[in-house]
T-cell receptor
Framework: QKEVEQDPGPLSVPEGAIVSLNCTYSNSAFQYFMWYRQYSRKGPELLMYTYSSGNKEDGRFTAQVDKSSKYISLFIRDSQPSDSATYLCAMALSGGYNKLIFGAGTRLAVHP | DADVTQTPRNRITKTGKRIMLECSQTKGHDRMYWYRQDPGLGLRLIYYSFDVKDINKGEISDGYSVSRQAQAKFSLSLESAIPNQTALYFC??????????????FGEGSWLTVV
């Protein structure tokens, strides 16, 4: 079993839809949770960062962490064609060494 | 100019050949990483370095070696390339570790095909 599971998609939605992207994990010691966005033929870039449980909002993006269920989500409101990309979740243990464990990524396509 | 620059961006090489992927950064970060990305497997850490004198193996270091020539330069070598090393390779940098929300910055990737 992988430490981090993520549905690869592809997920295709119309412009303006609310998108929900999810990851589950098996290691209860993870404390740091991140979402990266990766456009085609580009390197991943950090989108959202959350420590421990709870919600974090940044514009149209909301990250949720439910440590009791070992489940994290990224919601995108009012999705735009420019949101079409692969979204990778990543997690890290506590401490000063930022070794990240990545999910395989979910490919999202937002069509006009 | 990109903060993290990888060369070459694309390379086709033959089985058994030695290949080096180079990475340089202008962010002034101490920490540098090499990852590979495969469809369905996500990003996996090959090697990482916290400073010029520090080199550490990651999850999948077999068949790879690295050299940290300077704070800004970190190269990855495949001594004898094999077809299952065909992948997209990313160099990355960061400053301090977690906590603090410090970001890992990725280069644009090097596509390597071993035939």
């Amino acid at each position: 079993q992988k430490e981090v599971e993520q549905d690869p998609g592809p997920l295709s939605v119309p412009e303006g839809a609310i998108v929900s992207l999810n990851c589950t994990y098996s290691n209860s010691a993870f404390q740091y949770f991140m979402w990266y966005r990766q456009y085609s033929r580009k390197g991943p870039e950090l989108l959202m960062y959350t420590y421990s449980s709870g919600n974090k909002e940044d514009g149209r993006f909301t990250a949720q962490v439910d440590k009791s269920s070992k489940y994290i989500s990224l919601f995108i409101r009012d999705s735009q064609p420019s949101d079409s990309a692969t979204y990778l979740c990543a997690m890290a243990l506590s401490g000063g060494y930022n070794k990240l464990i990545f999910g395989a990524g979910t490919r999202l396509a937002v069509h006009p | 100019d990109a903060d993290v620059t990888q060369t070459p961006r694309n390379r086709i090489t033959k089985t058994g050949k030695r290949i080096m992927l180079e990475c340089s950064q202008t962010k002034g970060h101490d920490r540098m990483y090499w990852y590979r990305q495969d469809p369905g497997l996500g990003l996996r850490l090959i090697y990482y370095s916290f400073d010029v004198k520090d080199i550490n193996k990651g999850e999948i270091s077999d068949g790879y070696s690295v050299s940290r020539q300077a704070q800004a330069k970190f190269s990855l070598s495949l001594e004898s390339a094999i077809p299952n090393q065909t992948a997209l390779y990313f160099c990355a940098t960061s400053d301090a570790g977690l906590p603090g929300g410090n970001t890992i910055y990725f280069g644009e990737g090097s596509w390597l095909t071993v035939v």
